[in-house]
């Protein structure tokens, strides 16, 4: 099977949202550190966008995780 369908099947989104709270951080915190809009955060995080890579990076950055821990691959 294609890994890529598998991941993109998968939705991110909470996995982002949870990880966000667990680091006391607001929604606001994460997107400014991310060069996104808060808007846009919210948007992944409900499952509604989907961010390109360069700005999936930078959220897993401000994580303190690698971007593939977002779809919970290890």
Do not use: Y
């Not at 099977?1 to 989104?13: E, H, L």
């Not at 949870?18 to 400014?32: D, H, T, V």
């Not at 992944?44 to 977002?70: D, F, K, Y």
């Amino acid at each position: 099977s294609d890994r890529t369908v598998s991941m993109k099947d998968r939705p991110i989104g909470p996995t982002i949202c949870q990880m966000r709270i667990g680091l006391k951080l607001s929604q606001r915190a994460l997107a400014e550190g991310a060069g996104i809009s808060r808007q846009q955060l919210n948007a992944i995080e409900m499952g509604h966008a989907t961010p390109q890579l360069p700005t999936l990076v930078r959220v897993a950055r401000m994580l303190g995780c690698h971007p593939s821990e977002l779809w919970g691959v290890e």
